[in-house]
């Protein structure tokens, strides 16, 4: 974005909203930001536009470039800088960044879309006996859980561990000067951390996972196979997959592999078998023994004079 180099307008109001000095150091202001924020907030009946316009205040004055813009030209020269709007990321994300969470209990003031992790999807092969009976299927899977030891934080305190290049944010504002009164500021993603707005050093890492987060847990399943299930059927269980920070976690799902059988063929719900017999059997009748699914026997016959016709294959 460009622009002219503005007029030097108010550059106090900042300072005052969070009730610092224009010397305030950066603990300082992460104190005042905090302690003001939790009064202001809007799920603890604080007014929305004071939680926003502390929000405001911290994010230009924690960043060493925007506070040195304010502090020459005040709120006309981050508007000029960027591109005249004054490009905030949202109150909540950054009061996120210190408490882990946008609400106190209640319901909250906005609503969040968290991201959704992968499922997991597993083929079972089964038999003709298991989908005609019914059966239980225990399984043994390895998946990641998060770390019990530091809630998956990744850190010893269990708290987040804050990129000093970003504060958090995951972006940097870089400004340079690109000719006589022209100025040009660009957001980009930081470097340090890659976005993520966190980075957390060797001597800080939980010593459970090792900053990965999350652990390896190995879980047994018991997959029920109700009767007359199909051939391609989904049986799914719920938040199962892989647990990953801040993510809603995807589902296991099995789908039914049916295995062919020797004897019997599945259409739908009926069952069907082929079976040889002579021509004499055909015309004076027969019978023989046929094993069912359930290991039932049945007797098969026909009767002398009940003339048999061939039928099609189903």
């Not at 009061?95 to 319901?107: A, C, H, M």
């Not at 199909?230 to 296991?252: C, L, M, N, R, S």
Request: charged share 30%.
């Amino acid at each position: 974005m460009f622009g002219r180099v503005p007029r030097r307008s108010n550059n106090t109001k900042y300072y005052e909203v969070l009730g610092v000095s224009s010397t305030a150091s950066q603990d300082e202001l992460k104190k005042a930001y905090r302690k003001a924020a939790i009064k202001s907030h809007p799920d603890k009946g604080g007014d929305p536009e004071k939680f926003k316009e502390l929000s405001q205040a911290y994010e230009v004055l924690s960043d060493p470039e925007k506070r040195e813009i304010y502090d020459q030209y005040g709120e006309d020269g981050l508007k000029e800088g960027m591109g005249g709007g004054g490009d905030f990321h949202n109150p909540f994300d950054i009061f996120e960044q210190f408490f882990g969470g946008g609400s106190f209990g209640g319901s909250s003031s906005r609503v969040r879309r968290q991201k959704r992790g992968e499922d997991v999807v597993h083929s079972l092969k089964v038999s003709l006996e298991d989908v005609y009976n019914g059966t239980t299927k225990k399984l043994s899977l390895s998946r990641n859980v998060l770390c019990s030891k530091c809630k998956g934080k990744g850190t010893k305190s269990g708290a987040p561990g804050t990129c000093y290049g970003c504060h958090g944010i995951g972006m940097k504002t870089i400004t340079r000067q690109i000719g006589l009164g022209m100025i040009q500021q660009m957001n980009t993603v930081c470097p340090e951390c890659r976005g993520s707005g966190e980075i957390i050093r060797e001597r800080d890492r939980c010593p459970s996972c090792r900053a990965n987060k999350v652990v390896q847990e190995k879980k047994v399943i018991e997959v029920h196979i109700e009767k007359g299930m199909q051939h391609g059927q989904k049986i799914v269980f719920q938040g199962e997959a892989d647990e990953v920070p801040d993510t809603v976690t995807g589902d296991v799902v099995f789908i039914l592999q049916v295995k062919e059988h020797p004897k019997f063929k599945r259409k739908y719900d009926d069952l069907f078998i082929e079976h040889t017999i002579s021509l004499t059997e055909a015309l004076c009748g027969f019978q023989f023994i046929l094993t069912h699914l359930d290991g039932r026997q049945l007797l098969i016959k026909s009767n002398p004079g009940e003339i048999i016709k061939p039928v099609p294959s189903p």
